[in-house]
């Protein structure tokens, strides 16, 4: 069954760091794209941070420099790197892979981001 679980989501002031962490399921990470998105209260779902099946990393501008996406292929997980958090991070953060043709979501993880 493919699941997608994510952790390490938490309330971190202005600044800070968090890394959430994106534990997949029923699927190899290695060989589908993976992806985060982040929805925040009152606004659209939007795309974050993507790696591809060959290593290579993306991220939206809004972040570029202080969010890092990676890879574990042995822990079959993938991270999300947030450094110097801003307040207009906060959101609801999600995985996402399109794993043979479905589309797949975590349940996301909340991160807050307040002094």
């Known amino acids: 069954q493919v699941q997608l679980v994510e952790s390490g989501g938490g309330l971190v002031q202005p600044g800070g760091s968090l890394r959430l962490s994106c534990a997949a399921s029923?699927?190899?990470?290695?060989?589908?794209?993976m992806n985060w998105y982040r929805q925040a209260p009152g606004k659209e779902r939007e795309w974050v941070a993507s790696?591809?099946?060959?290593?290579?990393?993306n991220a939206a501008d809004s972040v570029k420099g202080r969010f890092t996406i990676s890879r574990d292929n042995y822990k079959n997980t993938v991270y999300l790197q947030m450094n110097s958090l801003k307040a207009e991070d906060t959101a609801v953060y999600y995985c996402?892979?399109?794993?043979?043709?479905?589309?797949?979501w975590g349940q996301g993880t909340q991160v807050t981001v307040s002094p």
């Open positions: 029923g699927f190899t990470v290695s060989t589908y794209p």
């Open positions: 996402f892979a399109v794993v043979v043709g479905v589309r797949r």
């Open positions: 790696i591809t099946t060959g290593g290579s990393t």
